[in-house]
């Protein structure tokens, strides 16, 4: 028999991990086998609540688990939010194109995250540290709302030995005694060469926008900058139809897209 | 492939003969609203249903004179369905296809059975059925298939072909299939010369007929479509046709070519089971995502959304217009909002703004 494409395989869920007041990491164990590639996303389903398209936190190269990291932002999420240990999800893909690893090699890095949307970049930042002698000097800048919302704070300091890692908050508390503003703030004085360098991006709309011009004024040419798109993808298959932008659906010829290719879009960020 | 003639009192049994291997859907006439013609041509207005061959009384049975109430897309991808693949189904044989549903079978056929996935519960469908489609004798006031340089009569996409001539049929073959079903029936002769040329003097015809009554709605040709749709994308003409939209949906449930579908769960059984149900870009939360952002949030962006779609979006990626200019939206909508009109304010206003 034929396979079905909209089936999800059955996975337990074995760890829920709080990452922030309203964002958990969810650790799947699939029942079938499942890869996946960095960037790419899945469909993730509860039974009689719905399904939605997360990209996994964790590393491709593991393959038993998968990780999801997924704030409480709608019907589905706050469905997941309290779900406990051992229930049973549903899975399907991976789907979309991911981060072009090959394209990266030899370069350096600039990854620019903003809230939850350090999640798809944690699963490449493993993939990238996993072959550090591939690619050049690696560089994070990572904008949360409070102290309270920076998300991964264990794995962030294990990583401070490989990458240049700089933090901004858009509202201290007493204790904070780093940067305050919004992400961008942290590009001000970023006076690196970039005759080699590619960036990627990924966050909410506003902080993808706004970093896209940031980058391009310190000097990033559009083909190098890579952004993770977000639209309503549900199928996962470029057939149901919501994800669409432009010519492109995101699902299937994103949702990683450098900027040259979507820049002249209406209402991009909307 | 060849050309045949049959009897009007032989189609009964043709459909009998079939209805043992298929499910045959025929087409049921049912009254139409009417809808004037500004032209005073005198167009018919009923309209007609595709039942199923068991459910009619055999004396019901007519050949329609243009395409049905329903796209033909409803016997490959249902409206609401349960995407299992382990039940059995009947294959159809269709009567009463016109050459709009077979154009627009080419953009279905992209979305559904192109790409990696394909689609497993539409190629099935689509595999198994049979195609038996007819020349259109006449035209609905909404019909405008010539302006997408479509005719009236098929010349490709179908298994069997009914051309009507007086009471009886002109039946051309247009499959493997198709002419094995004919030969094996016993029921067709071949076709005379005579028959032929009267056949082709009839399309002719219809197509004339169909050409004057364009004439008068001035819809721009199938190749500027995609143009005037992105030059147009800051017009007022969406703004202000889309205050009459209702947010039914009709044009899209209704249309040929559109193909959206939401995937949801089954929220009475405890199972990852996915229903497949119709969508349409015209509802609000058609693009909305967690958290509430949604790019299409207002209706007249919706609204354009779906012209884009039809008229950039597939040219671009497969050199075709997503309309088959089969006038459904144009009938189901009750907001009187008319694709025929829209293109053309769009078309009036970029030659304004060229001069």
Known sequence: MKKNPYQPIETNLIEVISESPVIKTFVLQPKEGFRFNTGQFIELSLNGTGEAPFTPSSDPNISKEIEVTIMNAGRLTAGLHQLKNGETLGIRGPYGKGYPLNEFKGKNILIVGGGVGLAPLRSLIYSLLADTSSFGKIYLCYGAKTPQDIIYKNQIQKWKRAIDIKISVDRADDDWKGNVGVVT?????FKENLS??????????????????????????PSDIYLSMEKNMSCGLGKCGHCRMGRFYVCKDGPVFTFDKIKDMHDLWD | MDKYFIQKKDTAKFLDNLSRDY?????????GKEIPCDLNLKLPTDDYLLESWDRIKKEDFTFNEYRAIEPLRTFFAFPKERLRLDEEEKKAAIFGVKNCDLFSLKIQDFVFLDGEAR?????????????ISGDCPSFKETCFCRSLDINPYPSEGFDINFSPLDENFLVDTGSQRGEEIIKSSGLFNHATPAQISRRDEKRNSVVKRLTEHLAFHQIPPKDVLQEIVRDGYESDVWREEASSCVECGGCNLSCDTCHCFLLSEDRLKDTNE???AWDACLYANFARVAGGANPLKRRYQRLRNRYLKKFDFFPDNIKLNACCGCGRCIDVCPGKIDIRRILRRLN???????H
């Open chain 1, 185 to 189: 703030t942290l590009l001000n004085d």
């Open chain 1, 196 to 221: 080699n360098f590619i960036s990627i991006v990924c966050g909410p709309p506003i902080m993808m926008k706004f970093t896209t011009y940031k980058l391009i004024d310190i000097g990033f040419k």
């Open chain 2, 23 to 31: 499910g045959v859907y025929v087409p049921y006439r049912i009254k």
């Open chain 2, 119 to 131: 689609d497993p519960f539409y190629e099935r469908r689509r595999q198994n059925a049979l195609l």
């Open chain 2, 274 to 276: 996915k229903i497949r």
């Open chain 2, 348 to 354: 009036e206003e970029k030659s304004v703004s060229a």
